[in-house]
């Protein structure tokens, strides 16, 4: 079978360079061990290569579709959703106390690595249900709870999140959708929605959707929106019957076929029921919890593709014969067998910016989990170190993987030529799959102003030096090898550019000049995203090489030196381009401000 990812690679990054082990030692995950853990994802990855990745490429050929009414899917979501529940990928993260297995996030992210990489069409169905089932967990009563979340972690029922809206988009502040209260306490909605992933399929025989509306009379802007549960059926005590959320239709896209993405009117015959979740008003707040974990699901899609389409593009480098070395006198020997191309220089640069670009953007996701758990289990200035963490790298978690993770993917087409190109290759469908990626949950250019306008300022920066003391650390820890000192020298001097990066930009800021201060805000995305890899590759590398130092490693030698070569093409060919990017970035050139007199024609 071919492959779509590297247990090896996985396993490395989580229990030699993040440390699960010592996760697994809070009371909250004590049922858990390493040899549990690796039982869990073995499954995972055997349910993957069996029921996933056979029907990738297939679920592309026959796209989820809108006929008669109905969304038609192919018939494999069935199983997604059965099988989900079954091996815990629904509920299992949740606390035992509200039905689930507490599962360590980490580990839950790892899976769902696992299972976005085979197939990253079907994952969504489950994961939205997740997602939605954890909305009603943190803010519904116990009666949403009770009725909800059980069928909901077994994959009888689905979830959704329902927010956008055909004239608001991603200005929620716009939303229309109406709430209006009755007199039994629950509300009837009116309004519809759009691209709504896994909004309706017939393999579930509800779907529980949770959607922010404006009560009747609340006040206009973000701060007059609820959230509400809206089941597409309603329980009665003979079952189940149509609560007037209608199907509309079905998005047809240019990747992610296999995954609906519906149109659905709510109220049509003013008779949609919806029951409040929480307190009225506070429905965006509420919403953001999901939001935030679905960004760095987003992320880890991203580089579950990324990841696929490096393996495939791996094989085929192994497998192609074409063209001939260079010898060192500049010619080449035509009498000669051709050579495979993975023996040429730029097929060779253009792997190592996939391998590079993947594992690194996965050890991003990792830690930016690992940081999400720690912050459930500690206590005190513990907890919110950890929570400024996680809010600080959740727009590069999500950001990184989805743009350098489509660049990744465009070398894979091009080490197959016009074979790329061509439907006969899976690499032209990771290329369209991976594009929604920079879209979902609020585009690069949303969480690029959320970095900078919020994150980097929030809690006046103390965020920030947070992530400068971890990487500080990962620098300390790597001028223990003298290999690795160059690179840790290399770190340091990017964090002080980056400090120079910022003291510039925030100048605009204390003017007052925010449009200034904000317009290049997704060049800055790039610039400290590259940074925050760098840290991440050079604590991969400094575990490798202590691997190969004490001779105490799990993996081969060849494992160790690829993760240190990796790291050394990184610094090289990626972190090298901040440079540019910070003379961009305070450049006092402000060419992207409307002016009074309109330059673009």
Same mark, same amino acid.
């Given at each position: 079978?071919?492959? &779509?990812?590297?247990?090896?690679?996985?396993?490395?990054?989580?229990?030699? =360079?993040?440390?699960?082990?010592?996760?697994?030692? #809070?009371?909250?995950?004590?049922?858990?061990?390493?040899?549990?853990?690796?039982?869990?994802?073995?499954?995972?990855?055997?349910?993957?290569?069996?029921?996933?990745?056979?029907?990738?490429?297939?679920?592309?050929?026959?796209?989820?579709?809108?006929?008669?009414?109905?969304?038609?899917?192919?018939?494999? =979501?069935?199983?997604?959703?059965?099988?989900?529940?079954?091996?815990? $990928?629904?509920?299992?993260?949740?606390? /035992?106390?509200?039905?689930?297995? @507490?599962?360590?996030?980490?580990?839950?992210?790892?899976?769902?690595?696992?299972?976005?990489?085979?197939?990253?069409?079907?994952?969504?169905?489950?994961?939205?249900?997740?997602?939605?089932?954890?909305?009603? *967990?943190? &803010?519904?009563?116990?009666?949403?709870?009770?009725? &909800?979340?059980?069928?909901?972690?077994?994959?009888?029922?689905?979830?959704?999140?329902?927010?956008?809206?055909?004239?608001?988009?991603?200005?929620?502040?716009?939303?229309? +959708? +109406?709430? /209006?209260?009755?007199?039994?306490?629950? #509300?009837?909605?009116?309004?519809?929605?759009?691209?709504?992933?896994?909004?309706?399929?017939?393999?579930?025989?509800?779907?529980?959707?949770?959607?922010?509306?404006?009560?009747?009379?609340?006040?206009?802007?973000?701060?007059?929106?609820?959230?509400?549960?809206?089941?597409?059926?309603?329980?009665?005590?003979?079952?189940?019957?149509?609560?007037?959320?209608?199907?509309?239709?079905?998005?047809?896209?240019?990747?992610?076929?296999?995954?609906?993405?519906?149109?659905?009117?709510?109220?049509?015959?003013?008779?949609?029921?919806?029951?409040?979740?929480?307190?009225?008003?506070?429905?965006?707040?509420?919403?953001?919890?999901?939001?935030?974990?679905?960004?760095?699901?987003?992320? %880890?899609?991203?580089?579950?593709?990324?990841?696929?389409?490096?393996?495939?593009?791996?094989?085929?480098?192994?497998?192609?014969?074409?063209?001939?070395?260079?010898?060192?006198?500049?010619?080449?020997?035509?009498?000669?067998? @051709?050579?495979?191309?993975?023996?040429?220089?730029?097929? %060779?640069?253009?792997?190592?910016?996939?391998?590079?670009? #993947?594992?690194?953007?996965?050890?991003?996701?990792?830690?930016?989990?690992?940081?999400?758990?720690?912050?459930? =289990?500690?206590?005190?200035?513990?907890?919110?170190?950890?929570?400024?963490?996680?809010? *600080?790298?959740?727009?590069?978690?999500?950001?990184?993987?989805?743009?350098?993770?489509?660049?990744?993917?465009?070398?894979?087409?091009?080490?197959?030529?016009?074979?790329?190109?061509?439907?006969?290759?899976?690499?032209?469908?990771?290329?369209?799959?991976?594009?929604?990626?920079?879209? #979902?949950?609020?585009?690069?250019?949303?969480?690029?102003?959320?970095?900078?306008?919020?994150?980097?300022?929030?809690?006046?920066?103390?965020?920030?030096?947070?992530? !400068?003391?971890?990487?500080?650390?990962?620098?300390?820890?790597?001028?223990?090898?003298?290999?690795?000192?160059? &690179?840790?020298?290399?770190?340091?001097?990017?964090?002080?550019?980056?400090?120079? !990066?910022?003291?510039? *930009?925030?100048?605009?800021?204390?003017?007052?000049?925010?449009?200034?201060?904000?317009?290049?805000?997704?060049?800055? $995305?790039?610039?400290?995203?590259?940074?925050?890899?760098?840290?991440?590759?050079?604590?991969?590398?400094?575990?490798?090489?202590?691997?190969?130092?004490?001779?105490?490693?799990?993996?081969?030698?060849?494992?160790?030196?690829?993760?240190?070569? +990796?790291?050394?093409?990184?610094?090289?060919?990626?972190?090298?381009?901040?440079?540019?990017?910070?003379?961009?970035?305070?450049?006092?050139?402000?060419?992207?401000?409307?002016?009074?007199?309109?330059?673009?024609?």
């Amino acid at each position: 079978m071919e492959k &779509y990812m590297n247990m090896d690679t996985l396993r490395f990054q989580l229990f030699d =360079v993040l440390k699960l082990e010592e996760l697994l030692e #809070y009371e909250h995950y004590q049922d858990f061990d390493k040899e549990s853990v690796n039982i869990f994802l073995d499954s995972i990855k055997d349910f993957s290569d069996q029921e996933l990745f056979s029907c990738f490429r297939e679920m592309d050929e026959q796209p989820a579709r809108y006929e008669d009414g109905k969304i038609i899917v192919h018939p494999q =979501v069935k199983t997604m959703m059965e099988k989900g529940g079954e091996l815990g $990928m629904i509920g299992g993260v949740f606390d /035992y106390d509200n039905g689930g297995m @507490q599962i360590p996030g980490l580990a839950f992210q790892a899976a769902n690595y696992i299972m976005e990489a085979a197939n990253n069409h079907l994952p969504g169905y489950i994961g939205l249900t997740t997602g939605a089932a954890g909305l009603i *967990l943190a &803010y519904g009563s116990q009666e949403l709870k009770d009725t &909800y979340t059980p069928k909901m972690f077994d994959g009888k029922w689905g979830g959704t999140m329902c927010l956008t809206e055909p004239q608001a988009g991603s200005s929620l502040s716009d939303i229309t +959708t +109406t709430a /209006y209260p009755q007199e039994d306490g629950s #509300y009837k909605i009116k309004g519809q929605k759009i691209f709504i992933s896994g909004g309706d399929h017939e393999y579930c025989e509800n779907v529980i959707h949770l959607l922010l509306a404006r009560i009747e009379g609340a006040p206009s802007g973000t701060k007059g929106i609820s959230l509400f549960v809206v089941p597409k059926n309603r329980i009665t005590e003979g079952g189940l019957e149509g609560n007037d959320v209608q199907t509309a239709g079905d998005f047809q896209k240019m990747g992610q076929k296999g995954y609906c993405t519906t149109h659905l009117v709510f109220g049509e015959q003013d008779d949609c029921k919806a029951w409040l979740v929480g307190e009225e008003h506070r429905g965006l707040t509420y919403m953001f919890k999901m939001m935030n974990e679905a960004r760095i699901g987003v992320g %880890r899609g991203a580089v579950a593709i990324a990841s696929a389409a490096y393996h495939a593009s791996l094989q085929y480098a192994n497998e192609r014969p074409q063209g001939r070395k260079i010898e060192n006198d500049g010619k080449k020997n035509v009498d000669a067998e @051709q050579t495979l191309i993975i023996n040429h220089p730029d097929v %060779r640069r253009m792997l190592l910016s996939q391998k590079a670009i #993947y594992e690194g953007a996965l050890s991003l996701t990792l830690q930016s989990a690992l940081y999400h758990d720690l912050s459930r =289990v500690t206590e005190g200035e513990e907890k919110e170190k950890y929570h400024l963490l996680l809010e *600080l790298l959740t727009p590069i978690t999500k950001t990184y993987p989805s743009e350098k993770g489509r660049k990744s993917i465009d070398n894979g087409l091009q080490i197959l030529g016009g074979y790329g190109f061509c439907t006969d290759f899976v690499l032209q469908q990771y290329y369209r799959d991976i594009r929604i990626f920079s879209l #979902y949950e609020g585009t690069t250019g949303i969480q690029s102003l959320d970095l900078l306008a919020r994150k980097i300022t929030m809690n006046n920066g103390r965020a920030l030096q947070l992530l !400068v003391a971890e990487m500080q650390e990962a620098i300390e820890a790597a001028m223990t090898y003298d290999e690795l000192k160059p &690179y840790a020298t290399a770190l340091g001097n990017k964090m002080q550019l980056s400090q120079q !990066v910022l003291t510039h *930009l925030l100048g605009y800021a204390m003017k007052g000049q925010y449009q200034e201060f904000l317009a290049d805000a997704t060049i800055f $995305m790039e610039f400290m995203g590259t940074i925050v890899i760098a840290w991440q590759w050079l604590k991969l590398a400094t575990v490798a090489k202590e691997a190969l130092v004490t001779g105490q490693g799990s993996y081969t030698t060849d494992f160790y030196e690829s993760n240190i070569h +990796t790291m050394k093409f990184f610094y090289k060919y990626e972190l090298s381009r901040t440079t540019g990017l910070a003379d961009i970035l305070m450049s006092g050139d402000m060419l992207t401000i409307l002016k009074e007199k309109e330059l673009i024609a």
